[in-house]
């Protein structure tokens, strides 16, 4: 198990997959889905609020993103899409990529969460401190 990205196929996530169509089709249809949900749009990171055009989508598990005979096809569940600022996701990146348990050693999905937890200790306002 590992959560270091494999050259080749994350160049080509990045690359072709996050610019495609599908992509942000599915990046359209999470933000309707979350407004027809009435679940306000915040940073998972830092927890403000945030507009579709200030938010990026992290993913918790990329078995959604699938590449069938030089398609992309977007399968993600709702669920496995988390709200972020572009700074915060890049944190969020840092801190599994730069924990080598994190990065080795845990599911995606939840070296994501042990990594989230982190940032939003270290990102949110402390109850009864100003913001």
């Known amino acids: 198990m590992t959560n270091r990205r494999r050259p080749a196929l994350m160049n080509l996530y990045r690359t ?19 407004a027809a949900r ?14 579709k055009k200030q938010l990026e989508l992290h993913h ?3 078995a959604g993103v699938v590449l069938e005979q030089g398609r992309w096809k977007a399968l ?3 669920d496995d899409l988390v709200p972020m600022h572009p700074y915060c996701h ?4 840092r801190l599994i990529d730069r924990d080598a ?17 982190r940032l939003r200790r270290s990102l949110q306002p ?5 913001s």
């Open 76 to 78: 993600e569940a709702h």
């Open 38 to 51: 009435g679940i306000p749009l915040i940073c998972a990171g830092c927890g403000r609020p945030a507009g």
């Open 90 to 93: 890049d944190l969020l990146h």
């Open 60 to 62: 918790l598990d990329y």
């Open 101 to 117: 348990v994190l990065a080795r050693n845990r599911t995606r999905r939840a070296a994501s969460a042990h990594a989230l937890e």
């Open 126 to 130: 402390k109850e009864g401190t100003a």
């Open 16 to 34: 072709e997959f996050l610019r495609s169509r599908t992509w942000f089709a599915r990046r359209d249809r999470w933000f309707t889905q979350q």
